[in-house]
């Protein structure tokens, strides 16, 4: 049985276990050539990075 | 199974998509619906391996996580629009939906960051799904894929 603390994750934890997952899956899903797939799950990852940093980046000063 | 159904039925080539009726487009529906049912199953039927794991493991890993979190589960009773959104995204993790709802026995609890993330996991494993079920239905019709 999975133990009920075993996702015990932080934000930048949470955020990227959804950026790996997501770009794995938009990878296999949208290419067909092994390379073209790893090509853009590195693309998707990195774009997951920059845009949810960059958010961070402008949401801080109305954070408090 | 995929290849003889391709082979039956020579109207339907990667340009011209089946007519409505067709075996060819019954197949693609079953294709579909077991893809929702079961993730990465439409996907394992027609020999796309690679495909079929990852899309297992992905949806799978996303409803762990987001139950294990204590995101909300949602159910058919819920309150607004909002919760009947939840609860199709939520379903579109097929039998997923069954497993989240089994793993989480002490209930939701988005008072932390964590139980929010869990419930952003759920609903992106159950729209994942659907995403991944279109893509097994579209390529059973003959699509490019």
Do not use: C
């Amino acid at each position: 049985m999975i133990p009920a603390n075993a996702f015990a994750l932080t934000h930048f934890q949470a955020f990227l276990l959804f950026a790996a997952v997501i770009s794995i899956a938009f990878g296999f899903l949208g290419r067909r050539r092994p390379k073209d797939r790893i090509k853009y799950i590195l693309w998707s990852f990195f774009l997951f990075l920059v845009v949810g940093i960059g958010i961070a980046w402008a949401m801080y000063p109305f954070s408090r | 199974m995929a290849d003889e159904v391709m082979q039956q039925t020579p109207e339907a080539t990667p340009s011209q998509p089946p007519r409505r009726g067709t075996r060819r487009e019954r197949f693609a529906w079953a294709i579909g619906i077991a893809s929702w049912l079961l993730p990465g199953l439409g996907h394992a039927l027609q020999r796309m391996w690679g495909r079929a794991v990852v899309v297992f493991l992905a949806v799978g890993l996303l409803v762990v996580a987001g139950a294990t979190m204590r995101g909300t589960v949602f159910s058919s009773n819920g309150g607004d629009a909002f919760d009947t959104l939840g609860y199709v995204a939520d379903l579109g993790t097929g039998s997923f939906y069954l497993a989240a709802r089994a793993l989480e026995r002490d209930g939701a609890d988005v008072s932390h960051a964590g139980g929010d993330y869990g419930t952003r996991f759920l609903a992106t494993a159950g729209v994942l799904n659907l995403l991944a079920a279109l893509h097994a239905y579209e390529a059973a019709r003959g699509r490019k894929a």
